[in-house]
């Protein structure tokens, strides 16, 4: 079975320059979610999806990050404009959802550097 | 605010021995329990979850927890230098699908 796929693995861009992230979870897995994790520190939540439903993004700024996952199957996280704060890595996970495995799987991640 | 502590170590253990890394969490009402394993440069892998109270053995690790005491542990048993990582303990609230809640994580060094 195929794990979590994200590309790219890593970007390099210059402050207030666009980027976007896209993930593709794991087979039949309905819940999405996507995490920033900087050095040191575990991940944390920036949106959780159930299908194509966003139903946490409390955690997302929103004046500059944006998601979508149409079809309820692959999703793209945006930023713009890219700050030097946003230097991290991106992660997705997916799992079972409702009625399944509540275990979350990890895609390896794209390393964003802001210049 | 839902917190989930962790020493972050280095913990040096020499080869064979066991490894015990610990986890203390705020919210008492937290249901689902997991322990990552995470390489430099790698992203999070699932190597253990547990939901009640007690141990939960899988291979060379053990889960514990005492939700009375609002507390998890992994035993990493006959310790591997391919063990040396940085193991991060998950928690989420409800068992459902919600997001995790991550402590900064431990990291072992296993000395050959």
């Known amino acids: 079975e195929a794990g979590v796929v994200q590309s790219p693995r890593y970007k390099i861009i210059e402050k207030k320059q666009p980027v976007a992230f896209w993930c593709n979870p794991i087979s039949g897995h309905n819940t999405l979610y996507w995490y920033l994790q900087n050095l040191g520190q575990g991940p944390e939540l920036l949106i959780r999806?159930?299908?194509?439903?966003?139903?946490?993004d409390s955690q997302l700024p929103k004046d500059r990050f944006s998601a979508e996952r149409l079809k309820g199957v692959d999703s793209t996280l945006k930023i713009q404009p890219a700050e030097l704060g946003d230097s991290a890595v991106y992660l997705c996970?997916?799992?079972?959802?409702?009625?399944?495995?509540?275990?979350?799987?990890f895609g390896p991640g794209t390393r964003l550097t802001v210049t | 605010q839902k917190e989930v502590e962790q020493n972050s170590g280095p913990l040096s253990v020499p080869e064979g021995a066991i490894a015990s890394l610990n986890c203390t969490y705020s919210d008492r009402g937290s249901q689902s329990f997991f322990w990552y394993r995470q390489y430099s440069g790698k992203s999070p892998e699932l190597i253990m979850s547990?939901?009640?109270?007690g141990d939960k053995e899988d291979g060379r690790f053990t889960a514990q927890l005492n939700k009375a005491s609002q507390y998890v542990s992994l035993l990493i048993r006959d310790s591997q230098p391919s063990d040396s990582a940085t193991y991060l303990c998950?928690?989420?609230?409800?068992?459902?699908?919600?997001?995790?809640?991550f402590g900064k994580g431990t990291r072992l060094s296993v000395i050959a």
């Open positions: 547990i939901y009640s109270n």
């Open positions: 998950a928690v989420n609230l409800n068992s459902g699908n919600t997001p995790l809640v």
């Open positions: 996970a997916s799992s079972l959802g409702a009625g399944g495995s509540y275990e979350q799987y």
């Open positions: 999806y159930e299908n194509e439903e966003a139903v946490d």
